[in-house]
């Protein structure tokens, strides 16, 4: 009888030290203070661009967390997302090839993970140099504790797929 | 004769570093009005330099650029130790070139397979171009995560790295950790070979013109982390030389500084590389040449594409070279005491010549900083090489043509304008 190895999934936040653009960062850096199953890693990047199809191989599943600028909802709301509402929001992405065009690419290459939730913090425009908002702030403190229970709860029951299943808060 | 007047606006250029615009005006034949513009706002980052310690400064340039960190850590890192009496370790040295190669490997391998080649092969981005060459952008993401991996292993993260300080590293990389990136390398270097084969036999404009090459050059290697400038005319110059010679201005339209070699556009970057320091290649890259049909030097823009695959084959081979019997040193790092002065320090981005200049007080606090970076210094190149490749190619040819044309000879210069956009002067007016 063979044994396979626990699967290991992947909270990854992409962002910039921009102001609000570090709203991803934030809901990370709450989380490692946390109490987490060791097989949820977390990590946060600064606009990796392409880099980011190499870093989410081999997990079971990505929760993908970005800010996005929207006059759909004021800032601090976040949202769950699909590829092409992703591609309809103002990704605060500085280059060219950003997150939406990252996941189009991967999605073409067959090279996304089994399993993807993206989520976005709304936010204001990023300002080079200040702290984030405290709407921002506090919508990134109430994910990271949304987060780590369903984690908790969902990898102490042996599976990943009940995660995601709100739409929205605030 | 029938009078055609067209106008073509790209309000934002794409597949490029940053954000800029191109302007084009034709009437009865004639180029009547061409702007490269620039408008990513300046980001002051010499300004906010001064005041500093010196330690600080290859932590805040790393955030100038995120595609070419490394580039700006070791011309900063240049500039300032030159105000030692006391030189960096030969491995530190040796380890900055390796570091380095991981930036030519991601960058390059970004800019050929998403950035030009969809030009190419007729796509009007990669993720077209991927449904139809999976394995050439998967081969391109391969060689970028190398890269990447290259600057992790001494940078900490490849995106605005941490690793690298005055006099060294902040911490050697474990033997291990080394051997098993050395054994990726190596099995990458078939890609690398198949991509420059591949590049050579695209239907690349044959399009010739003059222009003037500036590099550095060292003697013993090919250049790419410290060397002295030379250029196509002659001169060779130390950094210390730079500003007798280079002039920056102001233009209209931009918020990035132009320059001039004496008054003359120059181009730096692979192509001005590849055409001044070609002879310095290792054997197994002039026997390419032959492969591949290519006379150096060329005086064909398109031919960057092929200098940037040759340079991801050295950048894979040097590493390989500089760590495959890698041990680890005694100290990552020498404590090098600055005197207070002047240091200029440059090295060879991605993109081109990147030079630093740092004024150190007393106090070991910077009083000034001035940063020229390649893109800048290639903008009036850029405008010359339209003007001439427009109207070589036919201004009687559709607007869709035009402005791909146009894109494909930016393109060729991978500008970073995120770089590019900063001021030597920030003027305060409070009332």
Redo the contacts between chains.
């Keep these: 009888m063979s044994t396979h190895p626990p699967q290991k999934h992947l909270v990854l936040a992409v962002g910039s030290p921009s102001g609000d653009d570090q709203a991803g960062w934030l809901v990370i850096e709450q989380m490692r203070q946390m109490d987490l199953p060791l097989q949820l890693q977390l990590l946060y990047m600064d606009r990796p661009g392409p880099a980011l199809i190499e870093q989410m191989q081999g997990y079971a599943s990505v929760t993908l967390i970005d800010a996005i600028y929207t006059e759909q909802y004021p800032p601090g709301c976040w949202l769950k997302l699909n590829l092409f509402q992703l591609a309809q929001h103002d990704s605060c992405s500085s280059h060219g090839f950003g997150l939406s065009e990252t996941l189009a690419l991967a999605q073409q290459l067959d090279q996304l993970p089994p399993k993807l939730r993206l989520l976005g913090i709304s936010i204001c425009k990023p300002a080079v140099g200040e702290n984030a908002s405290e709407d921002v702030t506090s919508a990134a403190q109430a994910l990271a504790q949304r987060l780590a229970r369903e984690y908790q709860t969902a990898i102490g029951n042996g599976g990943v797929g009940s995660l995601g299943s709100s739409s929205s808060s605030s | 004769m029938t009078s055609r007047r067209i106008r073509i606006d790209v309000p934002a250029l ?5 954000e800029g615009s191109l302007r084009l005006e034709v009437s009865n034949g004639q180029l009547i009005e061409l702007g490269l513009s620039i408008f990513e706002p300046p ?1 002051y980052f010499e300004k906010f330099l001064e005041g500093r310690e010196a330690k600080e400064v290859v932590d805040i340039v790393a ?1 100038i650029c ?2 070419c960190p490394v580039a700006y850590q070791i011309s900063a890192l240049s500039a300032l130790e030159s105000l030692s009496q006391q030189t960096a370790s030969p491995w530190v040295q040796q380890m900055r070139r390796a570091f380095y190669c991981g930036e030519w490997l ?1 960058s390059h391998s ?1 800019h050929i397979h ?2 030009a080649l969809p030009d190419f092969l007729g796509f009007d ?3 077209a171009m ?2 139809q060459y ?1 394995d050439e ?2 081969r391109g ?1 391969k060689l ?2 190398l890269g ?1 991996a290259l600057i992790r292993l001494f940078g900490g ?4 790295p941490v690793g690298a300080r005055l006099g060294g590293f902040h911490h050697a990389p474990a033997p291990e950790e080394v051997a098993t990136l050395v054994a990726k390398l190596k099995e990458a270097r078939d890609d690398a070979r198949e991509l420059t084969q591949f590049c050579a036999g695209l239907p690349l404009p044959d399009d010739p013109q003059e222009f003037i090459c500036v590099a550095l050059h060292h003697p013993d290697r090919y250049a790419m982390e410290c060397g002295e400038i030379r250029t196509s005319t002659g001169l060779t110059l130390s950094a210390d030389q730079f500003e007798q010679h280079f002039h920056e201005t102001h233009k209209p339209d931009s918020t990035a500084l132009w320059s001039d070699l004496d008054g003359q556009p120059y181009l730096t970057g692979p192509l001005a590389r590849l055409n001044i320091n070609h002879a310095q290649l290792p054997d197994f890259l002039q026997a390419r040449f032959g492969e591949i049909g290519l006379q150096l030097p060329s005086n064909n823009m398109f031919h960057s594409l092929i200098a940037r695959a040759l340079e991801i084959e050295l950048s894979l081979h040097e590493a390989i070279q500089l760590l495959h019997e890698y041990e680890s040193p005694e100290a990552s790092y020498t404590v090098l005491p600055l005197e207070s002065g002047v240091g200029c320090g440059m090295s060879e981005a991605p993109r081109g010549l990147l030079w630093h200049r740092y004024q150190l007080d007393e106090n070991g606090l910077i009083k000034a900083a001035r940063i020229v970076p390649p893109t800048s210094q290639n903008q009036a190149r850029i405008e010359a090489d339209l003007h001439r490749s427009l109207t070589a190619f036919g201004l009687d040819n559709d607007e869709d043509s035009l402005r791909l044309r146009a894109e494909q000879v930016i393109r060729n210069y991978d500008p970073c304008i ?1 770089c590019a956009t900063h001021f030597l002067t920030l003027i305060k007016d409070e009332k």
């Design positions: 794409t597949r490029v570093e940053g980001r955030r995120g595609i991601q970004l998403l950035l981005n990669a993720i991927a449904e999976p952008v998967k993401l970028q995560g990447n993260r490849s995106v605005h995120s």
